[in-house]
């Protein structure tokens, strides 16, 4: 099907980038000031900002209790941004909507970014709060069971790069990941997955941009050759957590995101692929107020609910 109409709405009336380097600063200003005000935020029983005391120094973390009960699963959420954008509140709605759907009580993470914190940064400290929280868990109300993690582009980058370190070092208590639209090999070569040529231009993120957009995280040390920055390079997939994977129809990283999954199935891990048609890379943060893009939130607490 086409670009959602409301989609092509939107990306018809945004301005034309500016050239030159992209400064994050202004970049990150810019994301801040369309966050929505607290008053319009959808309403939760409580929601916590708390700082993580981990083996990589203190992480600041925002905690949704979607209702009140004596016990919850859990879920970690790390949003996304290239690795140098995003946080606590330019993502707080998909917290908020994580939460409200599945029931679990979700763990946002706002760990360092590039490039002001180099490579593993990041990424240490999405690992180490997942660490933190099964740790824990009495004072969190965690029930034991559900410890699952989830993020969406940069952030599925991390919950990727997470669940194998997590596998490699014995970490077994991870349930569940869940991608949506992520970003799993920083080769960037535009002939590696026919997506990259098919919808390298009109749909938000465009294949020109995703060089520069990374150059952040790079540049600071991150290799696209080391499974833990490019996942889908990593060789034995088998062992991980059982995967959900939402890729979009006219997004560029659309056919990494869906070999992956195919991969993960091939090393006997179970693997849900899900495209949403009509979709671009960004929808589950930028269009969720589309009723048919909404349905992710569902499709993702439907698969975190099934028993193993």
């Known amino acids: 099907m086409p670009l959602h109409p409301e989609i092509a709405k939107v990306l018809a009336s945004l301005p034309a980038p500016a050239g030159g380097p992209l400064d994050p600063a202004v970049m990150r200003a810019a994301e801040e000031a369309q966050v ?45 941004g290239a690795f140098f954008l995003g946080s606590l509140d330019t993502h707080d709605h998909v917290a908020r909507s994580l939460a409200k759907a599945t029931g679990l009580k979700v763990i946002s993470v706002g760990y360092r970014l590039a490039p002001e914190a180099a490579y593993p940064a990041g990424l240490q400290d999405c690992y180490e709060v997942v660490r933190w929280a099964a740790e824990n868990g009495e004072s969190l ?16 980058t991390f919950v990727a790069a997470v669940a194998a370190r997590a596998h490699d ?15 799993l090999d920083l080769d960037f070569d535009v002939d590696r997955y026919p997506s990259l040529r098919e919808n390298a231009e ?3 993120l465009e294949t020109a941009g995703l060089k520069p957009f990374n150059a952040f995280y ?5 290799d696209p050759a080391d499974p833990l920055v490019s996942p889908i390079k990593r060789e034995d997939l088998s062992g991980l957590p059982r995967a959900l994977i939402i890729t979009a129809e006219y997004d560029p990283l659309r056919d990494e995101g869906e070999r992956y999954g195919e991969r993960l199935r091939e ?14 890379h960004g929808f589950v943060a930028n269009f969720s107020w589309i009723p048919e893009f909404h349905l992710a939130f ?11």
């Open 298 to 308: 569902d499709e993702t607490a439907d698969f975190l609910s099934r028993e193993p």
């Open 36 to 80: 929505a005000p607290a008053e319009e935020r959808l309403r939760l029983h409580a929601v916590e900002n708390l700082t993580a005391s981990t083996a990589v120094g203190d992480v600041p973390v925002r905690i949704y209790t979607p209702r009140d009960s004596a016990a919850y699963g859990l879920l970690l959420y790390f949003h996304g």
């Open 141 to 156: 109300k965690w029930d034991g069971g559900t410890l699952a993690i989830a993020g969406d582009s940069s952030g599925g």
């Open 218 to 222: 790079l540049d600071s040390g991150a």
């Open 267 to 280: 090393a006997g891990v179970e693997a849900t692929v899900s495209r949403y048609a009509g979709a671009n």
């Open 202 to 204: 009109g749909y938000g």
């Open 169 to 183: 070092e014995g970490f077994d208590r991870i349930s569940h990941q869940v991608l949506f639209y992520p970003s």
